[in-house]
């Protein structure tokens, strides 16, 4: 079924097909399967590789020096002494001498073996080994040398993939091709061992800039005689033509003598972002000690500079983020708790690259706008903008229209770096202490969307797991503005959009939340309906996961296959479809018949999603009937649909009503479960630092002992943050609303 875009044109703007990337996924579903990332990262980055760019532009572009440098040179032969028609293994070792003996570097890097050993401070599915790592040589000086020749991402400065025999990811078009002829030309080539290949390039692209603070990041590329160098930034990822560097050695040395010779800016690293001084580190323990999930990693503290209104920038310290991206282009958001080094206090930083398009409005200024409007339950804006400087806006993307361009190319976002401060360190949905607890923080992030919708004029657009969280005294928070769109207020003329804006109306989310008339129909107009859905699609799976319910494991897992994670990739238009699980459990009722939903001891909330279906499924009804039409098939009977102003979820009102009426009944259990994985290393807690949310894997506690101790051989997924990572100070600047 086609669902037509039927609604309130106040409330509603158009957008390019939603990606189903990695990232939107709830975190709990990556596994550490790396074949199954790499082939996922592959799938999300197709059509992002812009190449093959002739090397010397690459290096007038990306690695241009002073005129009066004085570059190393080779023989034009002197890297055919690479091995050739050996194992893998066998090149590794003597490409590192060869550059060594040419002083290419000039003793500014060193290059490591490092295919036996992954990071371990890579969480388990970014476990990956480059095959050579360049290290800054000051980096080793007091290395242990038992552990020079493990993978270090947060020291990598170029990584290596080197592959036996003729094996590449890409494919050049002939010289001799029209432009029309290479467009059409398959630059990806198009081989299950090249597409996992360009995973591989892709993963460990990507854990390189999420462990560091990056504008961009390089890569080298080798099979048996060709080389290719490559430049990855935010929007997409620039790949050389192929050069032969057994007959034209000269080309990868000037590579490795410009890249030894540049800048740190120049080669990637973010200048606002700097290593923390030993007393700032000692104060900002003391704040943060409580807010550090997995001490096990060790990460260096930093101190990162803030984008203020007048213009300046405010340091704040931090070690480790409580989300970080698993994708090499997009937003990339890292979310940081933070010691503000104004204020004296634990704060919390987003660092995202936002979409740079016309209709976009940063999402600092968001805040601020709904901030002065007292918009209640959002985070309070401190300070933020974007980052000014030079690499903190992508470049890929203005490349689409270079001539030597070949292949199917994405539509690449233009993405600009953006930070800024809040007021607030919430605690993430999963970790809710009962049921009643959980449907309170949705009904306030739902109150949140819809006084940013009638006080502002703006439609969220990205309601998910993540972007629905609890403050320190159990109530919700609606994080995460970036992808709100000023539609206007209900009743108003909506704003008018250049031809521009109407053209990138740009748009993401997580899979799982998306509505089916979103998921189905690619260009679907973003309505208010759809994020009303997307709440309910959160609040059921956070019931499937961790309420008690009358539906067996088996089940569960199906309903998750069918109902959220569904989906289809049309390889011609080149994007996902799905919905039709999500539709069909509103039309037919799957899901919910024969036997009706249940939540023993917690009736409320079983009201509440029964309440919220029906109201969805009408909905449904609605658009099945407008696409219909209005046939009088039989005298006297129509088949006109209501108006859409008597449909339930018109607006918030109806819901707003279902959550106002199930929070005051009484009938509610204290309750909940968790997704039991194999146990891992829990970090120390004491009582001294242990508050509200239980400690540590006793919770939730188990339905047949609840007052006892959890089991000790077991934890749960999602819960697995320690109580002692939340401190529970009762601060904040956040407006709650009263009804």
């Known amino acids: 079924m086609s669902l037509p875009n039927i609604p309130n044109p106040q409330v509603s703007i158009g957008g390019t097909p939603i990606v189903r990337k990695i990232i939107s996924h709830p975190q709990h579903t990556l596994v550490a399967d790396g074949d199954r990332m790499q082939w996922d990262m592959a799938n999300e980055e197709m059509h992002r ?73 890579s969480l388990d599915h970014n476990k990956w080994r480059p095959d050579i790592s360049t290290h800054k040589t000051e980096d080793e000086e007091y290395c242990d040398p038992q552990q020079r020749n493990k993978t270090d991402f947060d020291k990598q400065q170029l990584p290596w993939e080197l592959k036996v025999g003729k094996l590449s990811p890409f494919n050049d078009p002939p010289k001799t091709l029209t432009k029309d002829g290479r467009l059409a030309h398959e630059f990806e080539t198009n081989t299950d061992d090249a597409h996992k290949l360009r995973g591989q390039l892709a993963t460990v692209l990507a854990e390189m800039c999420t462990r560091q603070f990056r504008t961009h990041a390089f890569m080298v590329f080798m099979n048996e005689s060709d080389v290719r160098f490559i430049r990855t930034d935010r929007s997409g990822t620039v790949v050389t033509e192929a050069i032969n560097y057994r007959t034209e050695s000269g080309v990868l040395a000037e590579f490795l003598a410009r890249f030894a010779r540049m800048t740190d800016v120049q080669r990637g690293v973010d200048n606002t972002v700097r290593r923390a001084t030993q007393s700032e580190i000692a104060v900002a323990q003391k704040f943060l000690a409580d807010y550090q999930a997995t001490p096990e990693r060790s990460l260096p503290w930093v101190a990162i500079k803030v984008p203020t209104i007048d213009g300046s920038v405010r340091e704040v310290i931090t070690r480790e983020p409580v989300s970080e991206p698993n994708t090499l282009t997009g937003r990339a958001t890292r979310a940081f708790p933070v010691y503000d080094l104004v204020e004296k206090k634990v704060m919390y930083v987003k660092d995202t690259w936002r979409a740079a398009l016309p209709g976009m409005d940063q999402e600092a200024e968001i805040l601020r706008e709904l901030n002065a409007a007292e918009v209640c339950h959002v985070p309070r804006l401190v300070e933020g903008g974007d980052v000014i400087g030079e690499f903190h806006e992508a470049h890929s993307h203005t490349l689409q229209d270079a001539p030597w361009r070949a292949g199917p190319l994405a539509d690449l976002v233009p993405r600009t770096h953006h930070r800024f401060l809040e007021d607030f360190v919430g605690i993430q949905l999963c970790r809710f202490r009962f049921p009643k607890e959980l449907l309170q923080a949705v009904s306030d992030a739902f109150d949140a969307h819809r006084e940013a919708l009638v006080k502002c004029g703006f439609l969220h657009r990205d309601i998910s797991e993540n972007n629905i969280m609890i403050d320190s005294d159990g109530r919700g928070i609606l994080n995460d503005w970036d992808m709100a769109k000023r539609v206007g207020r209900p009743g108003e003329a909506p704003p008018v959009l250049s031809e521009e804006a109407k053209r990138h109306s740009y748009r993401t989310g ?18 208010l309906q759809d994020d009303i859905e997307s709440f309910f699609h959160v609040l059921f799976y956070y019931c499937l996961q961790f309420v008690h319910h009358n539906r067996s494991d088996d089940e569960v897992k199906y309903i998750i296959n069918d109902v959220f994670e569904e989906s289809t990739y049309d390889p011609v238009l080149g994007y996902h479809q799905g919905g039709k699980g999500k539709r069909l459990m509103f039309l037919i009722r799957r899901h919910f018949k024969p036997v009706p939903f249940d939540f023993p001891n917690n009736r409320a909330l079983t009201d509440w999603i029964r309440g919220a279906h029906s109201a969805l499924r009408q909905y449904y009804m609605y658009l099945l009937s407008k696409e219909d039409g209005d046939t009088d098939d039989l005298p006297g009977v129509s088949n006109k649909p209501p108006p859409f102003e008597s449909l339930a979820i018109y607006d918030h009102t109806y819901l707003r009503n279902l959550f106002a009426t199930s929070l005051a009944q009484t009938t509610w259990s204290r309750e909940r479960k968790g997704v039991i994985i194999k146990k891992r290393p829990r970090p120390r807690v004491t009582r001294a630092n242990a508050h509200d949310r239980d400690d540590c894997e006793d919770l939730p506690p188990t339905p047949s002992k609840p007052s006892k101790r959890a089991r000790t051989d077991i934890e749960y997924i999602l819960p697995a943050k320690t109580s002692s990572q939340w401190r529970r100070d009762g601060k904040g600047g956040n407006k709650r609303c009263t009804r």
């Open 510 to 527: 997580t899979w799982y939340y998306l509505s089916s008339g979103l998921l189905d129909v690619p260009f679907k107009l973003h309505t």
């Open 49 to 121: 590789w812009v190449g093959p760019m002739p090397s010397g532009e690459f290096f007038a572009s990306y690695m241009k020096l002073d005129e009066d440098v004085d570059l190393p040179t080779v023989s034009k032969t002197y890297f055919d002494g690479v091995p050739k028609d050996k194992e893998e293994a066998q090149m590794y070792d003597p490409l590192i001498d060869l550059i060594k003996a040419a002083d290419l570097v000039d003793s500014k890097f060193v290059f490591l073996n490092t295919s036996r050993h992954s990071d371990p401070n």
